[in-house]
């Protein structure tokens, strides 16, 4: 498979103190890639790299070009999407007003986030304030694809989410990879990750430590004792 993304030699520094050492990676178009770790681990520092949010050195390459020292809005319109952890919807705005916010030159109607969440449709005059987490998780996701990305990034989707609402982000992170975007996970619920990734990297001080398939790292014990596991 080729790599839409391509990431080599990755530092990156939240002023004066260094937290990533030189990550590689590689996302392609139809996969899910999960980046796993503990808390500190750098994961969510690697997407805000990636997104042009903290000052980096090294090579990001997507579809052959350079997005390293551009600005996160350049970032963005060459078909790189980040759905932070903390989903930063607009509280007092609808959820359809939240979602035209998203929109880019080259975009995605709106009538299409409706379809793949219905949910999302049956609120769409709501202030997004208002919403459930789970449905704020599906709102700031939505919001994103509303600039019809090539590659999306997601941090901790199911963070404190109950466990129906946990399977409906896994099946439609699914179905976005069926669609052929790529998609770079942060999870911190090893089950999910295993279950929905085609591959899966392991992140442990501001480094790759592991990278391979979710049954590989099934069975490594000595990978999830030291770098996962509490």
């Given at each position: 498979?080729?790599?839409?993304?391509?990431?080599r030699?990755?530092?990156?520094?939240?002023?004066?103190?260094h937290v990533?050492?030189?990550?590689d990676?590689?996302?392609?178009?139809?996969e899910?890639?999960?980046?796993?770790?503990?808390?500190?681990?750098g994961?969510?520092?690697?997407?805000?790299?990636?997104?042009?949010?903290?000052?980096?050195?090294?090579?990001?390459?997507?579809?052959?070009?350079?997005?390293?020292g551009l600005?996160?809005?350049?970032?963005?319109?060459?078909?790189?999407?980040?759905?932070?952890?903390?989903?930063?919807?607009?509280?007092?705005?609808?959820?359809?007003?939240?979602?035209?916010?998203g929109q880019?030159?080259?975009?995605?109607?709106?009538?299409?986030?409706?379809?793949?969440?219905?949910?999302?449709?049956?609120?769409?005059?709501?202030?997004?304030?208002?919403?459930?987490?789970?449905?704020?998780?599906?709102?700031?996701?939505?919001?994103?694809?509303?600039?019809?990305?090539?590659?999306?990034?997601?941090?901790?989707?199911?963070?404190?989410?109950?466990?129906?609402?946990?399977?409906?982000?896994?099946?439609?992170?699914?179905?976005?990879r069926?669609?052929?975007?790529?998609?770079?996970?942060?999870?911190?619920?090893?089950?999910?990750?295993?279950?929905?990734?085609?591959?899966?990297?392991?992140?442990?001080h501001?480094q790759?430590?592991?990278a391979?398939?979710?049954?590989?790292?099934r069975?490594?014990?000595?990978?999830?004792q030291?770098w996962?596991?509490?």
């Amino acid at each position: 498979m080729t790599a839409l993304l391509e990431v080599r030699g990755l530092h990156a520094f939240y002023g004066q103190s260094h937290v990533l050492h030189g990550v590689d990676l590689d996302v392609g178009a139809g996969e899910i890639v999960s980046l796993l770790g503990r808390n500190g681990a750098g994961r969510s520092s690697t997407l805000k790299a990636l997104m042009g949010m903290l000052r980096s050195r090294g090579s990001v390459r997507f579809s052959g070009v350079e997005l390293n020292g551009l600005k996160t809005f350049q970032i963005a319109r060459h078909g790189l999407a980040y759905v932070p952890e903390e989903r930063a919807v607009f509280p007092t705005l609808t959820v359809q007003q939240n979602l035209l916010l998203g929109q880019q030159r080259e975009r995605v109607a709106i009538e299409e986030m409706w379809q793949l969440m219905p949910q999302l449709a049956a609120r769409k005059h709501v202030a997004a304030g208002l919403l459930s987490g789970g449905e704020q998780q599906m709102l700031s996701l939505c919001r994103s694809l509303m600039g019809k990305p090539r590659l999306i990034m997601v941090d901790e989707p199911t963070e404190g989410l109950a466990p129906h609402m946990v399977q409906s982000v896994a099946r439609h992170l699914q179905l976005l990879r069926a669609q052929g975007l790529g998609v770079l996970l942060v999870e911190q619920k090893l089950g999910i990750a295993l279950e929905i990734s085609d591959r899966v990297l392991v992140m442990g001080h501001g480094q790759i430590v592991f990278a391979g398939t979710p049954d590989e790292l099934r069975a490594n014990p000595e990978i999830r004792q030291k770098w996962l596991e509490v």
